[in-house]
């Protein structure tokens, strides 16, 4: 069993992170830009450049942790596509489902975006973590 190859995990993060950026940027910038600044105007917010560069790095954040993860269960699980669905669904469920807890329970968004936004999150991060694990090669001694 090899150590974390560190490089690779940041080379397919980053690629992983800009899968998630693109999807998000599509979601929330051009499917449900409406909706979301009728939302946001009801929480009496606006998203402005500073919000969106967070959202942005958060996405590359999203991207490294979900393909460390991949490299870190590799060992155990073999390397491929199911370890790499695996990661990529266990950073789904932590960094999208449990954080939509609170905004579900406070209504702060409509159901239905909250719903499009898993959906398409699961989409995301199982698209980038599979592209960012083709990436990943293991450091050899």
Known sequence: MGKINWN??????????????????????????KDM???????GRQVGGSA?????VWGFLVGIFAV????????????GAK???CAGAAVWS??????????LALHLFPR??????????????LVGTLVGAWLYREETA
Not at 37 to 43: D, G, P, R, S
């Open 68 to 79: 460390w993860l991949y490299a870190a269960i590799r060992p155990r699980y073999g390397a």
């Open 52 to 56: 969106l560069a967070m959202f942005t």
């Open 8 to 33: 690779r995990v940041m080379l397919g993060g980053l690629i992983a992170g800009v899968i998630i950026n693109i999807f998000e940027f599509v979601l929330n910038g051009v499917v449900l830009a």
């Open 112 to 125: 239905h975006i909250l719903a499009i936004g898993l959906a398409v999150g699961l989409v995301e991060v």
């Open 83 to 85: 370890t790499a669905l």
């Open 37 to 43: 600044e009728v939302a946001m105007t009801a929480l």
């Open 94 to 103: 932590l960094g999208y489902l449990l954080a939509a807890v609170t905004p």
